[in-house]
């Protein structure tokens, strides 16, 4: 035998010998039951039984702060521009244009309900001067004539024509008054309120008061006399009256 192969024996015995006892002083001890079962006791995490001994990490604590208080926001201006202001000026013309109407329609129908209340006080007026001639002494019998000087009367408003009179604000009589036509035998006077124009003709009569004649057909007679008289031009529509004085025949 070789030297070099005693060398390679002598150390593989060698070498198992040492393996042997090795499984002999450690496996083997822990291959050995317990004869009876004691108290478990724990020793901390499966990884802390492993082997695995690194301490966890404690979290930090996170300490609340308060903010410091937001600044103040500045406050937006808003600014005019020159599309703002016209529009601004057109809404206000608007407005004005609106105000204006509603008060011209304010001032019309107060306007309109003035003259109804004026012409409701006249039809009560010449309402009442018809009852008044109704009642009037009219039973005298007679013939006469309701003849006169026939003179103009003045420019001051007033006058006498024909035995009969007139009375207009402002105007004269345009030569003389018309008699009235009338063939019942009456005595008595009846007025004739008037309405005339402003180039002089009469625009509306109605019986008027002192009145004592309740006779139908002289009180017409009356009216239509005093439609067809004319007076001087003036301005608008002036009021007055005529009055006419009848004798028994």
Known sequence: MKKSEVYGLTGS??????????????????????EDEGIMVSFGEVDMGAGNTQTPTT????????PPPAAPKPVKQEVLTQDDNSLAIAEQKKKDKREKEAAERLRIE????????????????NKAN??????????????GTTSGDGRQGNPAGSGNSGGNSWSLNGRSLTGSLVQPSYDNDVEGRITVNIRV???????????????????????????????????????????????????LR
């Open 59 to 66: 979290e930090p604590v996170i300490k609340e702060t308060t």
């Open 197 to 247: 124009d402003e180039n002089g003709s009469v625009l509306s009569a109605s019986i008027g008061s002192p009145t004592n004649i309740s006779d139908a057909a002289t009180r017409n007679a009356a009216m239509s006399a005093a439609k067809r008289t004319r007076f001087s031009s003036g301005d608008g529509v002036s009021t007055g009256s005529i009055t006419y004085n009848f004798k």
């Open 130 to 143: 018809e009852m008044n001639g109704l009642f009037g002494n009219s039973n005298s019998k007679g013939s």
């Open 13 to 34: 015995i060698i070498i198992t010998g040492i393996l042997i006892l090795l499984l002999f002083l450690i496996v083997m001890p822990g291959l050995k039951q317990p």
């Open 110 to 125: 107060e306007q309109r309900i003035a003259n109804e209340k004026k012409k409701a006080q006249q039809d009560a007026i």
